[in-house]
T-cell receptor
Framework: QQQVKQSPQSLIVQKGGISIINCAYE??????FPWYQQFPGKGPALLIA?????SEKKEGRFTISFNKSAKQFSLHIMDSQPGDSATYFC???????????FGAGTRLTVKP | GAGVSQSPRYKVAKRGQDVALRCDPI?????LFWYQQALGQGPEFLTY????????KSGLPSDRFFAERPEGSVSTLKIQRTQQEDSAVYLC?????????????FGQGTRLTVV
């Protein structure tokens, strides 16, 4: 049962461009929304996270935009670099719950 | 250790064989999680430990899957009578405090292939 839907499946961006990955969720009980970055052969690593009391969170080149009414959130990577090439997962869970629901992932390729 | 360590990195099992996957969490981390990641998919929750207590095993797909953490540190995920559909990467994660209210650190995973 996929509770978090992620798009696109893959994304190719030129160096310096903006990468945008979108996620939508169904369960209104979710109140913690992290993004993970995964390089080949490695485990996912937390990139940035947001709670629904704010509509945007920015950390360096990475920004989460959150739309509670639409039950959607997105990751924006500004000035994308070849080193950003990885698979990105959005996720959601109820804050005090252990069952983190992940999206299917987006494979990002940043061309030099 | 510096991070979450999982072993083996790769495991090939014949259908019907039992396998055991090991996770060494970051020292002092209270919470430990197991996830299953099928090819091209996001990780899916299997089970959660708080110290040695298995508080949530709702994600285990069948009674062939069993996990333990007897001394509150190292954990083992055991799969009995493996089936082809068990082929996946099994990820372990640990976090300093209860649940995932602090950042959870993932290991590199064990890639299980059942032939």
């Amino acid at each position: 049962q996929q509770q978090v839907k992620q798009s696109p499946q893959s994304l190719i961006v030129q160096k310096g461009g903006i990468s945008i990955i979108n996620c939508a969720y169904e369960n209104t009980a979710f109140d913690y929304f992290p993004w993970y970055q995964q390089f080949p052969g490695k485990g996912p690593a937390l990139l940035i996270a947001i709670r629904p009391d704010v509509s945007e969170k920015k950390e360096g080149r990475f920004t989460i935009s959150f739309n509670k009414s639409a039950k959607q959130f997105s990751l924006h990577i500004m000035d994308s670099q070849p080193g950003d090439s990885a698979t990105y997962f959005c996720a959601a869970r109820v804050y005090n719950n252990n069952d983190m629901r992940f999206g299917a992932g987006t494979r990002l390729t940043v061309k030099p | 250790g510096a991070g979450v360590s999982q072993s083996p990195r790769y495991k090939v099992a014949k259908r019907g064989q039992d396998v055991a996957l090991r996770c060494d969490p970051i020292s002092g981390h209270v919470s430990l999680f197991w996830y299953q990641q099928a090819l091209g998919q996001g990780p899916e929750f299997l089970t959660y430990f708080q110290n040695e207590a298995q508080l949530d095993k709702s994600g285990l797909p069948s009674d062939r899957f069993f996990a333990e953490r007897p001394e509150g540190s190292v954990s083992t995920l055991k799969i009995q009578r493996t089936q082809q559909e068990d082929s996946a990467v099994y990820l372990c994660a640990s976090s300093l405090r209860l649940n995932m209210n602090t950042e959870a650190f993932f290991g590199q995973g064990t890639r299980l292939t059942v032939v």
